[in-house]
T-cell receptor
Framework: GAVVSQHPSWVICKSGTSVKIECRSLDFQATTMFWYRQFPKQSLMLMATSNEGSKATYEQGVEKDKFLINHASLTLSTLTVTSAHPEDSSFYIC????????????FGDGTRLSIL | GQQVMQIPQYQHVQEGEDFTTYCNSSTTLSNIQWYKQRPGGHPVFLIQLVKSGEVKKQKRLTFQFGEAKKNSSLHITATQTTDVGTYFCAVPLRGSTLGRLYFGRGTQLTVWP
């Protein structure tokens, strides 16, 4: 149980393109999902908290107009990197939190984004 | 400032040797979680520690939470090549609700056969 699917797994596109990444909880409902960014050989950095039916909460230093988050249902959150540039190239990972106290986060497989 | 310090950053061991990674915080933690990320993969939840002085075991892995709830360790006995990966501790962001986590920098474990 507790499977999170993230799509696509790999994206290569030109500078200026907007890229949408999907995160789905397959066998449970997730009122809260998280989006992380990970540079090579570095730790995960929380970008934003995605809440179903409400606006996302962004961490300090993360541009909300650059990284658009939509959490339209209890099983789907999307991250859109708008007008991507080479410095946006990174590994983006989502996680979903199942209900209940002290529940772990379940991570998707991640999306490797390369902007040329 | 940094929520938690994790050391060492890298550890290279021969198969059969033991391995330990440590996480230390300057403030008392409500809980600490441990994750493993294989090369090219995503983090996988290993365990959560909540109680002061808690010790939990998963086969060859032993997790400890300090009495003051400011530090934690993960110890692997007799490492195997399948243990290769980066081990992260994660703690709740200060003042946080709803599961927002701060991940330590991780310890990258390499196991030589």
């Amino acid at each position: 149980g507790a499977v999170v699917s993230q799509h696509p797994s790999w994206v290569i596109c030109k500078s200026g393109t907007s890229v949408k990444i999907e995160c789905r909880s397959l066998d449970f409902q997730a009122t809260t999902m998280f989006w992380y960014r990970q540079f090579p050989k570095q730790s995960l950095m929380l970008m934003a908290t995605s809440n179903e039916g409400s606006k996302a909460t962004y961490e300090q230093g993360v541009e909300k107009d650059k990284f658009l988050i939509n959490h339209a249902s209890l099983t789907l959150s999307t991250l859109t990197v708008t007008s991507a540039h080479p410095e946006d190239s990174s590994f983006y990972i989502c996680s979903a939190l199942s209900s209940g106290e002290n529940q772990p986060q379940h991570f998707g497989d991640g999306t490797r984004l390369s902007i040329l | 400032g940094q929520q938690v310090m994790q050391i060492p950053q890298y550890q290279h061991v021969q198969e059969g040797e033991d391995f330990t990674t440590y996480c230390n915080s300057s403030t008392t933690l409500s809980n600490i979680q441990w994750y493993k990320q294989r090369p090219g993969g995503h983090p996988v939840f290993l365990i959560q520690l909540v109680k002061s002085g808690e010790v939990k075991k998963q086969k060859r892995l032993t997790f400890q939470f300090g009495e003051a709830k400011k530090n934690s360790s993960l110890h692997i006995t007799a490492t195997q090549t399948t243990d290769v990966g980066t081990y992260f501790c994660a703690v709740p962001l200060r003042g946080s609700t709803l599961g927002r986590l701060y991940f330590g920098r991780g310890t990258q474990l390499t196991v030589w056969p």
